[in-house]
């Protein structure tokens, strides 16, 4: 089997399984998601729904999460937990976007 031939099974599989799954994690851009799901880790789906309406405000798009003050983004963070590393990742994760991948999630 292929790459792509076992890549599409596996999606037919996970579908089958999970006919209605939705994702818990509020979000409406595909870098929103990635952000979230970092916060996710060592956390709940619930806390980050809590903490990311007022974050994806007051950075509405990943050049702001790019040229984020740290400090002030581990102050947002703070609640999920790991809040310095979460922060730094969620900086270099949007820089390295913007820089490698044109600010297009691969």
């Known amino acids: 089997m292929k790459k ?5 099974f ?3 599989s996970l579908n089958q399984l999970y006919p209605s799954a939705e994702c ?3 979000y409406s851009k595909p870098y929103e998601l990635l952000i979230a799901t970092r916060l996710s880790a060592q956390c709940t789906d619930a ?3 809590q903490i990311t309406p ?13 040229e984020a003050d740290f400090d ?20 270099e994760m949007s820089r390295t976007i913007l820089e490698k991948f044109n600010g297009v999630v691969p």
């Open 4 to 8: 792509a031939e076992k890549i599409q």
């Open 10 to 12: 596996i999606i037919d």
């Open 24 to 26: 818990a994690l509020h």
């Open 47 to 49: 806390r980050v729904n």
């Open 54 to 66: 007022a974050l994806f405000a007051r950075y509405p798009s990943l050049e702001a999460f790019a």
């Open 72 to 91: 002030e983004l581990c102050e947002m963070v703070h609640s999920c937990g790991f809040f310095r590393g979460k922060a730094k990742s969620i900086i």
